[in-house]
């Protein structure tokens, strides 16, 4: 079959790029992106029945149970355009949240972007911030022009508690541990597509293109 619509699902640890490789894909086919992040948050501030439950997880930092997360999912899968295709991101997380998808909506490519646990470290653990002024620089890819200073705004640069080394290396645990298995689940289903995420934006993006169009999705 030739120049079918992509339904996928792209997933990754933190750094891996994968928000901006969403982004770009769902650009260049013009399908939507669905952020799964962003749609409880939205849910959250709508104060829907859902939201005020899942407001009552996050507010006391509890995980939101599978059950309820995939009902958000499933209600907003419902009133969204999906004919064209459409890329899930932060969606499903775990091998629970992949069964009930396939079971509301089957995907026909699952993303992979492999990336090692050092390089998210080195990425994550390398970036500060201007408390001021909000710009992001990294130490060693987009260094200041002077050490620990805003070359903007001359404000001492911080670096934010999530991009603390020891933070990063939870979260990386939990990702293994949870996410992760994604990969043994949708390779069995034969629809992962591994990408390598180490290569620099562009290169990710340029090889996703490249495979998805040899396996017969219109790009
Ligand atoms: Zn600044």
Redesign the pocket.
Known sequence: MKNKHLSAVIFGPQGSGKGTQGTLLAERLNIPLIGAGELFRDEISEKSTLGNLVAQYVNQGLLVPDELVNAVMARHLKRVDLSHGFILDGYPRNVEQAEALDRILPINLAIQLKIDDTEVVRRLSGRMQ?P????VYHETEAPPVKKGI?S????PLIKREDDKEEVIKLRLQAYHYMTAPLAGYYRQRGVLLVINGEQPIHYVFEDIVKKISKLGFAV
């Open positions: 201007c001021k002024c909000k710009s805003c903007l705004c001359g404000t």
